[in-house]
């Protein structure tokens, strides 16, 4: 069906392919001789620390699985009620989208100056205690502008150009999720503390056990079934919530009772230290942007699929929810060896660092091109699981449109693999607002430019649009991994090691 479009992709693939193999030939050589200086040669160095991260790493990944396992239950429950509540959720969750990631990222500034504050060992518990307590603070003072904005959604919708219907659902919803804004981002405030001692698996626990838990909150408050009152829309929104609180209080009454209560996280919780509270935000806000880059990218990349046809944006959604899925695991080995790298920096430990970081990147890059591999070789099997008859006049497009998508998505599992470890590793040494200037030009200066310019000017339709995915991607990865590799030259990274500029 694309065949013309892809084979001249290929071919400006093709043209700049000697380049690209002399550059990653280049990282390769250098991680290599870092890595033996690290381990002196010895693999069994390289495989303890990979398992080392995976142990880390995959509890981490199945509690954001978790996260999608909840949002696709309140997906499937929402389709029972009509396709203008669905409409509506769709709606209102690609504006709570945005600050969402944008908070995420502000509540993991604090993960460097936890995981330093560890690895250096010197008062570590009261050090850790102090920063968790003003990363709750930063995180909670942001909410309160974003509560006020999203309270009057309604009129961003209107002005947008949405039936006055739909707005007010859309804002409806909107408001009755707001609370998990706080919620989420304090759990993973939590989250993070615990993992920066070896120690997730309590807030995987409880993650999985909010899947179901929210399943039939939401289930008696959008039907009315139990009891409850039927709220429908509303109803979805207020079940989440009030999961995500139930979720919060069960990881902090671990915290204060379990393994470490001797760390009194929660005493004197309203004592300010203005020092630790600038540097979680100086830390957290470009981390935050860096995410809210690349969320926009892909909502950008939504509309121009819009504008080729539907069928090429319902093969687009089915093909994303793939690379969402599997990327989870890319984004629990990252966040791992951001922590294991901050530790390695409060210790002074250079060689430990180099270890962590190539190791990180050469797992998270292999295990994204394992998962990645499945796409080429059943993408019938993947696609029919939303798709039950994909012989149908539009089905057929819409496979193979998904087919055609999931064959680039291959290669993208492996390049966004690359940025994201990339990204982890150098906010584990603080290093976070030349990343978040990466991510603005490669996601949206090119990436998205390209995107739009295979597109249509160049007619390569969705291919194109995919093709735009993977040069983003590929070129943010080589400029973190490239940092990564010149981290001498890093200000943090010679603050931390005490080296001459």
């Not at 991680?31 to 690290?38: D, L, S, W």
């Not at 991260?53 to 009509?82: C, E, K, N, W």
């Not at 309270?151 to 408001?175: C, N």
Request: glycine share 12%; aromatic share 10%; hydrophobic share 55%.
């Amino acid at each position: 069906m694309q065949g013309c479009p892809a084979t001249l992709a290929l071919s400006i693939a093709g043209d700049r392919r000697h380049i690209g193999r002399l550059f990653w030939e280049a990282f390769a050589m250098t991680a290599a001789v870092e890595m033996t200086r690290a381990t002196g040669g010895g693999w069994r160095a390289w495989a303890g620390e990979a398992r080392a991260l995976s142990t880390l790493g995959v509890p981490l990944a199945f509690g954001q699985l978790a996260g999608i396992a909840m949002l696709t239950t309140d997906t499937i429950l929402l389709g029972h009620v009509g396709p203008e509540a669905l409409a509506a959720a769709s709606l209102g969750f690609s504006v709570l989208i945005v600050p969402m990631m944008y908070l995420m990222g502000v509540a993991q500034g604090a993960t460097p100056m936890m995981a330093f504050a560890v690895g250096a060992r010197r008062h570590h518990v009261r050090e850790v205690r102090r920063t968790v307590r003003q990363a709750l603070w930063v995180t909670g003072l942001v909410c309160v502008p974003v509560f006020a904005g999203l309270w009057h959604s309604d009129a961003l919708f209107s002005l947008i150009g949405h039936e006055p219907r739909l707005a007010a659902q859309a804002a409806d919803y909107v408001r009755s999720l707001l609370p998990t804004l706080l919620t989420g981002t304090w759990f993973i405030v939590l989250r993070s503390f615990m993992a920066t001692y070896d120690r997730p698996r309590a807030a995987l626990v409880i993650a999985l056990a909010q899947v179901p838990v929210n399943g039939l909150i939401n289930y008696a408050l959008i039907f009315g079934n139990w009891g409850a009152p039927p709220l429908g829309l509303v109803g979805a929104g207020i079940g989440s919530s009030v999961t995500g609180l139930m979720g919060l209080i069960a990881l902090a009454l671990v915290i204060v009772f379990g393994h470490f209560r001797r760390f009194h996280l929660f005493g004197r919780f309203w004592r300010a230290d203005r020092r630790r509270f600038v540097e979680v935000l100086r830390l957290g806000t470009p981390i935050g942007l860096t995410l809210t880059f690349e969320v926009l990218l892909f909502a950008g990349a939504a509309q121009l699929m819009g504008l080729i046809s539907p069928l090429a944006l319902a093969a687009h959604q089915l093909s994303i929810q793939f690379c969402a899925i599997t990327f989870m695991f890319a984004l629990g080995i990252a966040q791992a060896a951001g922590i294991r790298i901050g530790i390695a920096a409060g210790a002074r430990d250079q060689s430990g660092v180099a270890l962590t970081g190539w190791t990180a990147l050469a797992l998270g890059c292999s295990v994204m091109g394992l998962l990645g591999l499945s796409f080429v070789l059943f993408p019938q099997t993947l696609v029919g699981i939303f798709l039950t008859d994909i012989t149908g006049p539009e089905t057929s497009v819409v496979f193979a449109y998904a087919r055609d998508f999931m064959m680039l998505a291959a290669l993208f599992q492996v390049v966004d693999a690359g940025q994201v470890v990339g990204a982890n590793l150098l906010r584990g040494i603080k290093d976070t607002r030349v990343p978040m200037i990466y991510a603005l030009v490669g996601y949206w200066v090119i990436g998205f430019t390209t995107s739009w310019a295979l597109a249509f000017p160049l007619k390569m339709g969705g291919i194109g649009v995919w093709w735009g995915f993977v040069l983003a991607l590929g070129l943010v990865a080589g400029l973190m991994v490239r940092r990564f590799a010149g981290r001498r030259a890093i200000p943090a990274y010679r603050a931390a090691f005490g080296l001459a500029a």
